[in-house]
């Protein structure tokens, strides 16, 4: 929920599985408190560029007893000084503020993308959306894309990906003779 102008979390439903939640870049300054009242198993929040100003804000954090990554980069409690000692004496449980931990060294990149696969999304919800055998036919996308054209192709590859390729579905079962001799063995 990142850049939606929220300014409250009070209406947040129950996600009491969720462990990371995305919060940046809006408009929010308290109620804090609901994080662990409806997400209790969160262990990554990101809060950077809301206006949250004060340790007293952040304090109902520290009933997120899972809560290892807090980022609160672009928001004004990040002036305060000593804000990182403070953050860490007061959020005893977390491991990381602003993607470093307490001795400057930063968060390891692997720890969310294995769990979330952020660099990798699409590639991967491609793979797991249907059996292995429809994603084995984009790979022959080119050989029978050629009977559309060179030019269509290039075009209709960004806008018309999906429709192409049930096309090329097809005219595949219609010209594979192998499958044919297999249903012929009745």
Not at 140 to 145: A, F, L, P, R, T
């Amino acid at each position: 929920m990142a850049n939606v102008e929220l300014t409250s979390l009070a209406k947040l439903p129950t996600l009491s599985k969720l462990r990371k939640l995305e919060l940046s870049d809006n408009i929010i300054s308290g109620g804090l408190e609901v994080l662990a009242e409806r997400c209790p198993n969160l262990t990554y929040l990101n809060l950077s560029g809301n206006k949250i100003k004060d340790l007293g804000t952040v304090e109902a954090l520290q009933n997120l007893k899972n809560l290892k990554s807090l980022d609160l980069f672009n928001c004004e409690i990040t002036n305060l000084e000593d804000y990182r000692d403070s953050i860490f004496e007061l959020l005893q449980q977390i491991t990381y503020l602003d993607g470093f931990d307490q001795e400057d060294n930063e968060a390891p990149d692997s720890e969310d993308d294995d769990d979330e696969g952020d660099e990798d999304d699409d590639d991967e919800d491609e793979d797991e959306a249907g059996p292995p055998g429809e994603y084995e036919e984009e790979d022959d996308e080119d050989d029978g894309g050629s009977d559309l054209g060179e030019g269509e192709e290039e075009e209709e590859v960004e806008g018309g990906d999906e429709e192409e390729e049930e096309g090329i579905r097809g005219e595949k079962r219609k010209r594979d003779p192998e499958d044919e001799g297999e249903e012929e063995d009745d």
